[in-house]
Each structure stands twice: as structure tokens, then as C-alpha cells.
């Protein structure tokens, strides 16, 4: 990477110079326009499923029944992720965040059928949220999650767009306080721009063990239609497990 690198503190791993993330979104919301379906999987299911902010200081309070571990998606994509992991741990409190419109109807065409979007039932224990992730994490108690998973993000290839990128010196002191001690941030990138950029930043911090990634989708993980299109091109995804400390 082309980012300059910090003082070497004594003692401490170096850290990495890095413009603060911005206060705004980046990149589409919307893709190819949307469908008479789409659009009422997004006014009328979505705010059923919404997380709600305001109950934030207490996220076990917004599921259907006291969840045994809160587990939190950044940037589901199209929800595979999302759906496999719900269905293998039914009594996990799931917060997936997506802000790509197609994403999330995605996500919500599976989950209700046609012409029952505004009344079929939902899943008791799946939240999600339409907006800057961030938004989520800085509002929840410390100590609060027990697993975060950051599956295939966009990659942000070039040098300038470090600060976009959701791996990010600050961003991981953010999932630092909202991670308990032994919990688990999983990554997974096929791009070996964002993979040396995680190797560099993740090196470079005192709050997660940090051991080199796995070569091969490891137990327990599930796969998605990205990290299918990367080997399809011929591109070799690593999947980092990084524990709390």
C-alpha cells in the first residue's frame, strides 16, 4: 500500500497513517430500477424488519426472545450469508446491515412471499439495517456482540481509498469496543488489494489476535454469490478469523 506509515510507538504495533473514514456513504444504493415487488418488499416489509436505533442501548430487547449470543453482518450483499446463518443458529439476534436497495430486496423476496409483504409473518430473530453501519455500532453498549462478519466488501482499490474502506484503523477500534473478549470478527476478501490493506491494518493493532487467514472457506463458514464469482475468475479469497482480546 501507498499510505505512509505512523510512528513506531514503544512497545505497541505501528500503527497506520490513514485519513479518518468519512461521515457519508459511498458508493450505489440503487442499481437497475426497481420493481413494482421491490418497491413494496421496501415500504411495507422493511421497516417490519428495521433495527430500531432508539432501543439500541439494549439489543436484546428488539428480537422475538432473549437471544443467547447478537451477532452482527456488515454489508450482506445479496443475504446468503445472512439466511445460512440465521437458519444454522435460530437462536442467535442477527443484525444484518446492507444500504444497496437490490441487497436488501434480495434479502426480503425470500423472506416473505408476493402480495403478503405487508402482512406475513418474520423472522423473530433477524434485524436489519438500511444505513451506515456505523451508525449501529457506535449507538450499542461495549462489550455487546458476540460475532461480526465482514464477508467480500466492496474493495476500494485504489490508494486514495483507504479511509473508504470499512477495514480501517478506526472502524476497528469501533468493533474492538462493541466485540466482548473472545469474540470473533470474520473477513473475507478476494481482492488482493483489500487483502494486503487488512494484513496492514490488522498487523498494526492492539485489540484482536490477528493470525494469518485460511486459504480454503473454513468450517462453519457459508458461501455467497461473491466469494462463487471470485473463484469462478480465477481470484483466491482468504478468510481471516480475528479474536478479541
Not at 453482518?73 to 446491515?97: D, W
Not at 430473530?125 to 451508525?135: I, K, Q, T, V
Not at 465482514?150 to 490508494?159: H, I, S
Request: hydrophobic letters at 40%; one cysteine or more.
Amino acid at each position: 500500500m501507498t499510505e505512509a506509515k505512523g510512528q513506531v510507538v514503544a512497545g505497541q504495533p505501528e500503527a497506520v497513517d490513514v485519513k479518518p473514514p468519512p461521515e457519508r456513504l459511498y458508493g450505489r444504493q440503487r442499481g437497475h430500477p426497481l420493481r413494482p415487488r421491490q418497491e413494496r418488499l421496501l415500504d411495507e416489509t422493511l421497516p417490519r424488519l428495521r433495527f430500531p436505533l432508539d432501543k439500541a442501548a439494549d439489543p436484546a430487547s428488539v428480537f422475538g426472545q432473549v437471544p443467547e449470543q447478537i451477532w452482527f453482518e456488515v454489508g450482506f450483499g445479496g443475504g446468503e450469508h445472512v439466511l445460512a446463518q440465521t437458519k444454522a443458529h435460530p437462536k442467535v439476534g442477527y443484525i444484518a446491515s446492507e444500504v444497496f436497495h437490490n441487497g436488501l430486496c434480495s434479502l426480503l423476496n425470500k423472506l416473505v412471499p408476493v402480495e403478503q409483504e405487508a402482512t406475513a409473518p418474520l423472522p423473530d430473530m433477524l434485524r436489519l439495517w438500511d444505513d451506515d453501519a456505523r451508525l449501529v455500532l457506535r449507538a450499542l453498549p461495549d462489550a455487546s456482540l458476540d460475532r461480526l462478519f465482514l464477508m467480500f466488501p466492496d474493495p476500494w482499490p485504489k490508494a486514495r481509498h483507504a479511509k473508504r474502506r470499512f477495514v480501517h484503523p478506526q472502524n476497528v477500534e469501533l468493533c474492538a469496543r462493541v466485540l466482548k473478549p473472545g469474540a470473533v470478527w470474520r473477513v473475507a476478501s478476494d481482492d488482493p488489494t483489500y487483502q494486503a490493506w487488512v494484513r496492514e491494518v490488522m498487523s498494526a493493532q492492539p485489540y484482536f489476535e490477528a493470525p494469518e487467514p485460511a486459504t480454503v472457506r473454513p468450517d462453519g463458514w457459508f458461501p455467497t454469490r461473491y466469494e462463487a464469482k471470485a473463484i469462478a475468475a480465477g481470484r483466491q479469497p482468504l478468510y481471516w478469523t480475528f479474536t478479541r482480546r
